[in-house]
C-alpha cells in the first residue's frame, strides 16, 4: 500500500525558513518523480515543485529563489526547504506521487500546515 | 501559462441527479494530460480521472470525464451522498508545469 507521510510544519515568523519532509512507503521511492503542492486556507490547489526520478527539479514562480526540493532514495523522502517564507505561503504543502508522462499524480499525502506568522 | 476556469462555482444538487461540472482552458491543453480530482474537507485530494476519460482505480463507473480541446467536462450520474465535495480540473506540461481550476463545490440542494 502506496503511503505519503508529510512532517515539518509548523508556526513560523515572516522571514523565516522551514524544511518539510514527506515519508514514503509502498513503491519504488527512486523510480518515481515526486511533487509538492500546496492549499491556502480556503483556497484551491497551487503546484510548488517537482523532483524528478533522475535529478531534475523544476518550481513554481511564487517559490523559486526561496524553496528547494531534494530527495534521499536511500531514506524514501522527499524534502522541502522553504527559506525567505512569506504570510502568502502559509497552506497545506501535500507531497504528491507523480504517475508518468501522463503527468497525473496518483497518491498523495495527508498534508502538513504551515503558518507565516508574526 | 494556461489558465483553467470551472464553472459553475458552486453546484446544488440532490442525490440521484446527475452533475456536470466544466473546465475551460485559457489554450488548448492535449487530452491526454488533463485530469480531474475529487477533495472533501479536511482530506487531501483524491485522484478520480487522468487522462480526460480514464477512471483511476476504484473510482465508480458514476464518473466520467469527456472533453478535448479547450473543454473539458466531468460528468456524475446519479449522485450518491459522497459524491459532495469540491471537484478540481489539473492539467500537465504547460508552464508553469501544473495548474489547477479554482474548483468546484458540489453542494446538497
Known amino acids: 500500500e502506496v503511503q505519503l507521510v508529510e512532517s515539518g510544519g509548523g508556526l513560523v515568523q515572516p522571514g523565516g525558513s522551514l524544511r518539510l519532509s514527506c515519508a514514503a512507503s509502498?513503491?519504488?521511492?527512486?523510480?518515481?518523480?515526486m511533487n509538492w503542492v500546496r492549499q491556502a486556507p480556503g483556497k484551491g490547489l497551487e503546484w510548488v515543485s517537482i523532483s524528478g526520478s533522475g535529478g531534475s527539479t523544476f518550481y513554481a514562480d511564487s517559490v523559486k529563489g526561496r524553496f528547494t526540493i531534494s530527495r534521499d532514495n536511500y531514506k524514501n523522502t522527499l524534502y522541502l526547504q522553504m527559506n525567505s517564507l512569506r504570510a502568502d505561503d502559509t497552506a497545506v504543502y501535500y507531497c504528491?506521487?507523480?504517475?508518468?508522462?501522463?503527468?497525473?499524480?496518483?497518491?498523495w499525502g495527508q498534508g502538513t500546515l504551515v503558518t507565516v506568522s508574526s | 501559462e494556461i489558465v483553467l476556469t470551472q464553472s459553475p462555482g458552486t453546484l446544488s444538487l440532490s442525490p440521484g441527479e446527475r452533475a456536470t461540472l466544466s473546465c475551460r482552458a485559457s489554450?488548448?491543453?492535449?487530452?491526454?494530460?488533463l485530469a480531474w480530482y475529487q477533495q472533501k474537507p479536511g482530506q487531501a485530494p483524491r485522484l478520480l480521472i487522468y487522462?480526460?476519460?480514464s477512471r483511476a482505480t476504484g473510482i465508480p463507473d458514476r464518473f466520467s470525464g469527456s472533453g478535448s480541446g479547450t473543454d473539458f467536462t466531468l460528468t456524475i450520474s446519479g449522485l450518491e451522498p459522497e459524491d459532495f465535495a469540491v471537484y478540481y480540473c489539473q492539467q500537465y506540461g504547460g508552464s508553469p508545469l501544473y495548474t489547477f481550476g479554482q474548483g468546484t463545490k458540489l453542494e446538497i440542494k
Open positions: 489554450q488548448s491543453v492535449s487530452s491526454t494530460f
Open positions: 504528491a506521487k507523480w504517475v508518468g508522462a501522463t503527468g497525473y499524480l496518483d497518491y
Open positions: 509502498g513503491f519504488t521511492f527512486s523510480d518515481y518523480a
Open positions: 487522462s480526460t476519460s
